[in-house]
């Protein structure tokens, strides 16, 4: 009876880690598991850290979801970063390709990892081409239900950027 | 003596057949070819330079579709030769990084250059806040970010693997390019196509729908379709001409020497012209089948002619002269295309002449001998269409006819624009639309070709010329790769700038207040073999201009030329169509000045004045019909002068029997241009159109003004 139960918490204890830590599957299978995001306006604040350096910002954001994302800076500086700069252009790309359920085009460039919990979800992006691993570590994407809570760029020069949205559907 | 010229005759044929076959002319298929002269031969690289690539575009509802689809075609296009077109992005970053000490993006030098640093230090800081920016270097490698900058502002609007969304559709792009090999070989590039357009159909389902653009797929449409109608074209005609002559001749034998005299013609034809230029066109081939149609009267001529109680060599007497002036006549007509600046009207003209010279030798020299061996029972003789009108009639025919010839004068237009030549189907023009929507490619684009001493020559003129555009996007070598002037002077830029802004921002980052040094960046194919097809010649490259609509200062830049390939070429067969009509009132007056030596010049005005109307009638018709007079039809009026003034002389010299020679040639041509009128080719279904007006209107003419007791 004791070996049922270890092997039943064994059990458990993997189909847990497997939902919990996430799994390596093809990006088809993980696109449909994507929520569709929907078009949505928010504020964001912005934490870039690299070594001791830490820079705060913060300030509107909108997600369009045929475009993609335009971050209105509100401080320290004021500014706005579209879609359309290329400034932005590769990690908007990316942006995208998660909303649009581009697998083919995600599939090409990282290795993916989705997690889900309830409502919860988070989508962990590892680049497999060189020219994009010497230059970005991983994009972790998190949301609840329909919407991006947080997104983490984790870059090999720049440090790390976490930024954080509060938002409200339009 | 006739038998000596047999022998001359065979002889000269085998001679010239032994040495066009031992070096065989190679067949051009360029349109553009036909109007372009080989001294602009920038033009036609310009106009070759898609010529291997294929576009597709998928388009679906849902993005996951679109995603699935470009996956299924991806993986089968490499199975059908389809090489994707790609840049390793990893190897040309670390040449970047080597070089980057001379790199700055335009709008940087510019603030560089104006000392305006605030500027530049105002720049880095957005860059480090923005949120989905990211450094391409350490920020003490490059503490201004001026790196990341120029690579930033390298890439186009549109990655290559990403989905579109477009009017609520969602689309991917596919670019491939067939391997050199298969894009020389019309044969071979056809049959990759239709392997393509194959793979296409299977996956164009469930709401999913995949288009394929570019010059292979269009070739293809257009070659298989006139295949198909050229085929049937031909057929219908062998038909028609075997109903013809069996119905008056009630015997098949007849068309085995006619047929073998137009073999001929056509063989001595070709080997004529394939010795004479280096390449024939494919339209000489086209044009040139219209041989079969001047060629056949001179065999009808002899055959209605040749009755029981004559031999051969007394019915060659009784037509010698009809032929001959009609022969003469032709060679007329076609020797002054030769004195043209085309090629192609070259080519024609000697392909023309010598077919029609060897037809009308075979007909003099071995019809007497073959028709021993037919038998045509042509004992009765009798006119079978003999058409009279009288006098009244004829009024009001020619009156109708001249009113229709003025009236649609007034209507005539032209149009030069050779895209109008080809009208592709209603599903590849879409796909072309949706295509350059979707990929947002201006359809206004220019190329100004640049030539120099040297790479760096040429270089630093792109540099020039670029400083010229103003807000003008282009593409060009230089925008990958400064000349070695320009990234000494942003070395120099980019020293001043560390030198005057050691701030504490950069020094809290330990940043070297030096300009990385490293090697200049150069081109050679191995490292950027994605900028080889912008390379014309070893120091000659293309800049490609987009809406860009002040050509006048770059025109002025000594070793460049500039180029709307569009306006360009429509300029060119403006230039030859003009040229072209220019030559038919030399061609009207050398004809008058030879019938009338020989038929006094009140008899040649007769003679000629058919062929003169029918060309008149065919233009009024043309602009009554609001059909834009094109080169191509002024070709046609050159032909018309050919077919239709044999209608005159015979009917003006012969027996009453050629008249029927006469009518059964007319219809055989006309029938023939009309099936080709019908073809969805533009360019051979405005031939057609021409021909067929042209050639019956002077047959009535001739009719008319030449009355039977003529």
Redesign the interface.
Known sequence: MKKILLILLVLCFSLNTATAFGSKKNA?EI??QIPELKNVSCT?T?K?T?GDIE?N?GGNFQFIK??G?V?E?MY??H?I?GY?S????????II??VA??????L???FDLNFTKLDDRWQLVLNPK???IK???HSVTIDGSKEDIDRIF?D?V??GQ?E?LFECGKN | MKNFLRILFIGLFLTLAFFALKNPAKTETNILRTVVPQKQSNLLDLSNMYSAKINVLIEGEEPEEVSDTADKFEKLAVQNNLKSISVDGNKILELYKKSRGGLLSKDTAKLLEKNDYKKVKENTIEMIYNPLGFSLLEPEEDPFLLFTDYIMNLGDNINPDSIINHNDKYYRILNYEFDKNIALSPALLNKQVKKIIKLQKSLSKNGVEVYLTGTPVHSYYASSRSMIEINLIGIISAVFVLLLCLNYFKKVQVLIPIAGSILCGALTGYFATALMFPAIHVLTFVFSTTLIGISVDYSLHYFVCKTEDKNGEDVIKDIFRSLSVSLLTTISAFLVLYFSHTELLRQIAVFTITGLVTVYLFVVLFYPLISQKIDLNNSTPQVRWNFAFSPEKTKKILIAMAIITLSGMFFVKTNDDIRSMYKPSKKLVEAEKTFAEVAGINPKTSFVVVEGKNLQEVLEKEEHIATLLGNTKYQAISRYIPSIKTQQKNRALMQKLYETEISPYTTALSASSKVPAGDYLEFSKENFPFLENFFLGANKTLMILYDFDNPDVIKQIPGTEYYNVREDISNLVKECRVNCAKLLIPVFILLYALLAAIYKPENAVKIILPSLCACLFTTGLLGLLHIELNLFHVIAMFLIIGFSLDYSIFRFNGEKLVRDAVFMSCMTSAFSFFLLSLTGFKLISSLGFVLTTGLLSSYILSLLLIPKEE
């Open positions: 088809k696109a449909e964001f912005q870039k690299r820079l910002s045929d475009k994302v971050f800076t320290p500086i500014m970063t359309e290329p400034r932005t252009k590769h990690i908007n790309d995208l390709a649009k359920k581009d697998y083919t085009y599939d090409k460039n081409k060189d020219v010497k230059h970005l760029i870059t020069n720049s950027t930024i």
